[in-house]
């Protein structure tokens, strides 16, 4: 384990594939094609490995608020995290993508919104996990059955009203997770409008990882953050509110888990 169960190498899933107090969750997701992470779990996955869906399980379905992926439905999740195995405070439920944590992540911060601090990714996603040759599979795995109970952590979260009365507050750090060419409005091929949410600082998703996805070491997540003032309120988002949840593992990693997630994010503010 590494970081206090925020991050587990290959080596250490493949050594605890039996163990019944883990279960895998297969997170892989197309934003180009939402029906591609699911047949690539269907195709191999990591043994014992269930799959949850960006679209279908980890979101609720868009209007006209809320953003591109508004957060799911609590009862339903829980019921599905129960579904697969996942008891409250017990079960370490490790999470992988193929997305550089993208959505792995959105799973972790999900799980801890709603009380469930056992919770980690997988270092370098699926493809490490081939890379480093451990087997995959085609076997779906049957339902487990467990008692996933959601304590939500309101303060984990907040939403278009609080940015916009907050972000002008110098107490408060607004956090822009998008890619420095979109927060700069240079570029915008999801959402209707470019720019950034005024005041907004960028820190881009993608510098958590190396190019293979591979976290980045503790010192280089603590020194990323460095220039933040962490007395502050920090506010953290991306386009949809979902790989913000990457700079929420990395601000975790660092030793600040008290930032908060703008949910609907910046496809939630435009729609204002």
Not at 44 to 62: E, F, K, R, T
Not at 110 to 121: C, D, K, N, S
Not at 225 to 244: F, H, M, P, R
Request: charged share 20%.
């Amino acid at each position: 384990m590494m970081n206090n169960q925020l991050i587990v190498s290959p080596q250490w899933l493949f050594e605890n594939l039996n163990n019944p107090q883990v279960v895998i969750v297969d997170c892989r997701f197309s934003l180009a094609d939402s029906q591609l992470g699911k047949k690539q779990y269907e195709a191999n996955h990591i043994p014992g490995a269930y799959y949850l869906d960006l679209n279908q399980d980890l979101s609720s379905p868009v209007g006209e608020h809320g953003g591109r992926h508004p957060l799911p439905n609590i009862a339903e999740l829980a019921e599905k995290l129960s579904a697969i195995g996942v008891n409250s405070q017990k079960t370490l439920v490790v999470a992988y993508d193929d997305s550089r944590l993208a959505f792995a992540s959105r799973l972790w911060w999900l799980l801890r919104y709603l009380g469930h601090e056992q919770v980690a990714v997988l270092d370098g996603g699926f493809d490490c996990w081939e890379k480093a040759g451990y087997s995959v599979t085609k076997v779906i795995p049957t339902s487990r059955g467990g008692t996933f109970i959601p304590y939500v952590q309101s303060e984990k979260v907040v939403d278009f009203t609080y940015v916009k009365t907050h972000k002008d507050n110098p107490d408060v750090v607004l956090i822009d997770s998008r890619e420095g060419d979109r927060y700069r409005g240079e570029r915008e091929s999801i959402d209707k409008v470019a720019g950034h949410i005024p005041g907004a600082v960028n820190y881009p998703w993608t510098e958590v990882t190396d190019a293979s996805g591979c976290i980045l070491p503790h010192i280089e997540q603590s020194q990323r953050w460095q220039n933040i003032d962490t007395t502050k309120e920090i506010l953290v988002y991306c386009g949809s509110g979902v790989t913000a949840c990457v700079n929420l593992l990395s601000l975790a990693i660092a030793g600040i888990p008290t930032a908060k997630l703008y949910a609907g994010s910046w496809s939630d503010w435009i729609s204002y």
